[in-house]
């Protein structure tokens, strides 16, 4: 998957847009970018790999989750993001609806010796915005709290 | 976008009329420069939202340093009525009891400086930024539970702290009200293993020395007693398990009420009825995560003064370093106060905001009761910090609080443009400040440069009446996760 993010101006914290020709790939990409606060992804060895599974009601809080889940495992594992290897979203057509999305994601512990640029507090849901219709196909907006 | 229509009131105090969904009106004390800086951005804006709120007393506040937040700005003040009001995350921030702590010693800047170096590395090490990494201090289930319900208490039982630390805490280090219960196993996951720890961004641990005593019957009191001598100020907060209760909560009040949330001008400002058991539910967990966060900076204490004297020997024993005071600035809490004459109980929310409190008032500390309540306001990285005390005016005009900061106003991603951390560095070093950091990258983003000036910050602060200055405190070294 290409990697495709960029930064956006932002007073106190950081806010990025991740495209992708899919939604999955958008949101792989907001993954890389949120990390990419953290340590240079492209430094970060991909030894482990990881599962998933997050459910939501509505696409912007599946997305929301899906990052901070991202979150959660650096927090408990000192587990740093360096690879999506693979991510899919499913909606449950049958019952309520509901969105899940599967990832596998490869990384490396924070322990590697590897250069920890920053940290971040949390995910928002100030200015997200997710664009299904935009002109690379889709687009996502996240603005983290640092 | 259309410029909101500000009106002066008197010096340093505008106003936004009560207009649309607005209960009350907003109240701006800030300079006029300070004004203009806030009027480049959406901040005032998100002022005028949470005038809107329910059970909002008389009016929706920003103070000097107010800048663009998440639901509510940075730098703002509201109180909502105890029975008929709201509680919201967005009103707090995710760093649930973000705050500051001040230690004195014994020590003089003289003493401190041939070591200097040798006492950032020591410092560093023995309290890491954790950022996917370890802390020194791991607990057992039932020993984070024991924090999360107790507080510093905790760390007196387990001889990380002394009577008089708890003493000079806001709240004596444990909010009444905390329920560890109410903390999801995730939150409490994300924190077992960062007590200790400073995080990154803007927390920093500094080694300052005074530098003008402006108060000397106050800062007497406080045992800052001459210029040079050595001081240490902390500036961390809850961690990850504090962000992850604001956002568990965020997330529970969108689900428990869409009806609220479509109507939000901005989806971060969700809040829950304060008698809702959802609202009390997350005041519970609120207050747990502020234990957690006066237990880290208590931690951070003890491991403050086993740094000194390792560096010191019996120049500087754990005995020799003080407790000044220790204030949250990302917290929300049942108080009582003046509303049209009457004394009432509110729920004030202070998002990055500093309680200033008066002489006199029941809730600080018996040394203090005649001085007022210490603030502690800290400067950017390399720029002055002050200590200043609360005031009656403060309780007439700004629900007993004052500024937190100097309050940025350069992105991160133009800091790194702009300036080098190397660069940043060096014109700290010509300056005499040394720095530890745990990268380059991160001086370069909190370079001084990229905050509004904490002089002026503080000087409306101090010319309102709404807390007075007591000393000006200078940095010598400085400790960056």
């Known amino acids: 998957m290409e990697k495709r993010f960029k930064y956006l101006e932002h007073t106190a914290d950081s806010k990025f847009q991740a495209f992708g020709k899919t939604l999955e790939e958008a949101f792989g990409n907001a993954a890389l970018a949120m990390f990419n606060e953290i340590v240079d992804i492209n430094t970060v060895r991909c030894d482990v790999q990881k599962s998933i599974e997050v459910i939501a009601k509505k696409k912007t809080t599946l997305l929301y989750e899906f990052l901070e889940n991202l979150l959660y495992l650096l927090d408990t594992e000192g587990f740093l993001l360096g690879k999506i290897l693979s991510i899919s979203i499913k909606s449950d057509e049958v019952e309520d609806r509901s969105l899940s999305l599967n990832a596998v994601i490869a990384g490396d512990s924070a322990s590697g010796g590897y250069e920890v640029i920053g940290a971040i507090k949390s995910v928002t849901y100030s200015d997200m915005i997710i664009d299904e219709k935009h002109e690379k196909g889709v687009m996502v907006q996240v603005l983290i709290d640092i | ?481």
């Open chain 2, 1 to 481: 976008m259309a410029q909101i229509q500000v009106d002066k009131i008197e010096n340093d105090v505008f106003e936004v009329k009560k207009h649309g969904n607005m209960n009350v009106p907003l109240r701006i004390f800030a300079s006029e420069k300070l004004l203009k800086k806030m009027q480049e951005d959406s901040s005032i804006q998100q002022g005028v939202n949470v005038a809107g709120m329910p059970g909002i007393q008389k009016y929706s506040i920003m103070l000097s340093d107010a800048h663009i937040g998440y639901g509510f700005s940075i730098g703002g003040v509201a109180a909502f009525d105890s029975e008929t009001g709201c509680i919201t995350p967005g009103g707090i921030g995710f760093d649930i009891n973000c705050g500051v702590r001040l230690l004195t010693t014994n020590l003089t800047e003289k003493q401190v400086r041939p070591k200097l170096k040798q006492l950032l590395d020591v410092l560093f090490r023995n309290i890491p930024p954790g950022v996917g990494g370890e802390s020194l201090f791991k607990l057992s289930d039932e020993e984070l539970d024991d924090v999360l319900t107790n507080g510093m208490k905790w760390a007196l039982k387990k001889g990380y702290a002394r009577q008089k630390d708890l003493d000079h805490c806001e709240e004596k280090g444990t909010m009444p009200g905390a329920d560890s219960r109410k903390v999801s196993p995730r939150a409490k996951s994300r924190g077992r293993k960062q007590l200790g720890t400073l995080g990154a961004g803007n927390h920093f641990l500094e080694v300052q020395t005074v530098g003008q005593i402006i108060n000397k019957q106050a800062a007497d009191k406080m045992g800052i007693t001459r210029q040079g001598q050595v001081l240490v100020m902390i500036h961390t907060g809850s961690r990850g398990l504090g962000h992850q209760v604001c956002s568990d909560y965020l997330r529970r009040m969108e689900d428990t009420y869409p009806e609220i949330m479509e109507k939000l001008p901005e989806k971060d400002l969700i809040y829950a009825p304060i008698k809702s058991e959802l609202g009390k539910d997350y005041y519970g967990a609120m207050c747990a995560a502020a234990n957690f966060a006066w237990t880290n900076r208590q931690i951070i204490t003890h491991q403050i003064r086993k740094s000194f004297h390792e560096v010191f020997g019996e120049f500087c024993t754990p005995e020799d370093i003080g407790m000044v005071y220790d204030v949250a600035h990302n917290i929300a809490k049942l108080e009582e106060h003046d509303v049209s004459g009457k004394m009432k109980k509110v729920y004030t929310h202070r998002k990055g905001a500093t309680r200033a409190f008066p002489p006199g008032h029941p809730a600080i500390p018996e040394d203090y009761k005649d001085i007022g309540q210490p603030v502690m306001i800290p400067g950017s990285m390399g720029t002055a910090s002050y200590i200043l005390v609360g005031t009656q005016k403060a309780m007439k005009l700004t629900f007993g609080s004052s500024v937190h900061g100097a309050g940025r106003v350069m992105s991160r991603m133009k800091a790194k443009q702009e300036f080098r951390g190397e660069d940043v560095k060096q014109e700290l070093e010509k300056r005499d400040i040394l720095i530890k950091a745990a990268t380059m990258k991160g001086i370069s983003e909190e370079a001084p440069k990229v905050y509004k000036d904490v002089d002026e910050v503080v000087k409306v602060s101090h010319d309102l009446g709404i807390s007075r200055l007591v000393a000006k405190l200078l940095p010598i070294g400085v400790v960056k996760g």
